[in-house]
T-cell receptor, first 119, second 113 residues
């Protein structure tokens, strides 16, 4: 069965420090990978997604970057954290969409999230 | 413009009763998918149910059913026989032309004895 691992679970970092959050998927190959952020009491905002190694799409301009060095590894980074980077970060994976008429039908499967507090 | 709208920030329901969580969406793409997720206080996102735009019948998964009204662009989640463990945040989401889900702002459900 497929599993997704995301770490660390919680992180407290000072403003201006670097960030690296890692996400790995097991039990599947060539997944789509995603980074979402959830501000307190809000919905999820898509930050980055990747359809393959080295292929990263950014959804919103921000202080963060993402990389996919291996098929099942997705990394979220920042060179210098801002206070506004605080939030709950969720990694997710999905199989690629299948079927012309079935439409985008693959659910996203999420990791347990990282709660980041920038102080 | 909001693509996914959840107008109920909070809902209460008695244990064993049914509850409907509202979701409306906006898209001009004929091919799309609608999803519901549950987020307990621990934070993980749990996939509940999926409805494709071409599906003729409403999706059901155990106690969850999706009331899909395409002309009204609504995809309400119905939870039957509510349990205390159903207390959580519920998110409606939509995908268009791929798997990038756009989420609504969520509805906090509280199940009471």
């Amino acid at each position: 069965s497929q599993t997704i691992h995301q770490w660390p679970a919680t992180l407290v970092q000072p403003v201006g420090s670097p960030l690296s959050l890692e996400c790995t998927v097991e039990g599947t190959s060539n997944p789509n990978l995603y980074w979402y952020r959830q501000a307190a009491g809000r919905g999820l905002q898509l930050l980055f997604y990747s359809v393959g190694i080295g292929q990263i799409s950014s959804e919103v301009p921000q202080n963060l970057s993402a990389s996919r060095p291996q098929d099942r590894q997705f990394i979220l980074s920042s060179k210098k954290l801002l206070l506004s980077d605080s939030g709950f970060y969720l990694c997710a994976w999905s199989v690629k969409p299948t079927g012309f008429f079935s439409g985008p039908n693959s659910p996203l499967h999420f990791g347990n999230g990282t709660r980041l507090t920038v102080t | 413009a909001q693509k996914i709208t959840q107008t109920q920030p909070g809902m209460f329901v008695q244990e064993k009763e049914a509850v409907t969580l509202d979701c409306t969406y906006d898209t001009s793409d004929p091919s799309y998918g609608l999803f519901w997720y549950k987020q307990p206080s621990s934070g993980e996102m749990i996939f509940l149910i999926y409805q494709g735009s071409y599906d003729q019948q409403n999706a059901t998964e155990g106690r969850y059913s999706l009331n899909f009204q395409k002309a009204r662009k609504s995809a309400n989640l119905v939870i039957s026989a509510s349990q205390l463990g159903d207390s959580a945040m519920y998110f409606c989401a939509m995908s268009e032309g791929g798997n990038k889900l756009t989420f609504g702002t969520g509805t906090q459900l509280k199940v009471e004895l």
